[in-house]
């Protein structure tokens, strides 16, 4: 089962909105709606930021939203702040009855 | 507290066994599935394993399938990796982490055990 396939790096400056896409296939992203993000500050534990596509866990802040189109989902990260700084993980359900993880994001504030 | 703690990582030489665990509290245990995730040094996420909450079905990524052995203790609130065969691109950090049945997703996770695989 191969990465699903985000983008290194993506900046912004503060108060910016940006998007990190996660590219996979029918038979993951395209074929479930149970696609979740995850932030990860290195050192820490990975935090869920995002499940079913476009739901938020409380305690989330709504500046953060999801979408799906076709086998590619998005992170969208509205009024970038400071804190926003850190990796970004999506994953899917597959239909191997498995998971995957999408190579991870990059996100810097400028 | 609701947290999950692993513990069990170590240094082992390629070819050798290990077992790792996972002892949750602050939640029913056995209302939710396990999973393990383990982060290569320099690397992104990987999903490795998960466990159904009465370990009725398991499922295993590829490139652990036939040499790990994921379990679960539902009495003493503990989820393990059993990790036979052990390679040098299994040197990781494990995280274990809580699926939530209602949102698909991970949920909760601890912080770690380090697995280092090296001659």
């Known amino acids: 089962q191969s990465a699903l396939t985000q983008p290194a790096s993506v900046s912004g400056s503060p108060g910016q909105s940006i998007t990190i896409s996660c590219t996979g296939s029918?038979?993951?992203?395209?074929?479930?709606?149970?696609v979740s993000w995850y932030q990860h500050h290195p050192g820490k534990a990975p935090k869920l930021m995002i499940y079913?596509?476009?739901q938020r866990p409380s305690g989330v802040s709504d500046r953060f939203s999801g979408s799906k189109s076709g086998n590619t989902a998005s992170l969208t990260i509205s009024g970038l702040q400071a804190e926003d700084e850190a990796l970004y993980y999506c994953?899917?359900?597959?239909?191997?009855?498995?998971?995957?993880f999408g190579t991870g994001t990059e996100v810097t504030v400028l | 507290e609701v947290q999950l703690v692993e513990s069990g990582g170590g240094v082992v030489r390629p070819g050798g066994s290990l077992r790792l665990s996972c002892t949750a509290s602050?939640?029913?245990?056995?209302?939710?599935?396990m999973s393990w995730v383990r982060q290569g040094p320099g690397k992104g996420l990987e999903w490795v394993s998960y466990?159904?909450?009465?370990?009725?079905?398991?499922a295993y990524a590829d490139s652990v399938k036939g040499r790990f052995t994921i379990s679960r203790d539902n009495a003493e609130n503990s989820l393990h990796l059993q990790m036979k065969g052990l390679r040098v691109e299994d040197t990781a950090l494990y995280y274990c982490?809580?699926?939530?049945?209602?949102?698909?997703?991970?949920?909760?996770w601890g912080q770690g055990t380090m697995v280092s695989v090296s001659s």
């Open positions: 079913y596509v476009d």
């Open positions: 029918g038979s993951d992203v395209g074929g479930f709606n149970s």
């Open positions: 466990i159904t909450w009465n370990s009725g079905s398991t």
């Open positions: 994953t899917s359900y597959t239909s191997r009855t498995t998971y995957v």
């Open positions: 602050g939640f029913t245990f056995d209302d939710h599935g």
């Open positions: 982490a809580r699926v939530n049945w209602e949102l698909d997703a991970f949920d909760l």
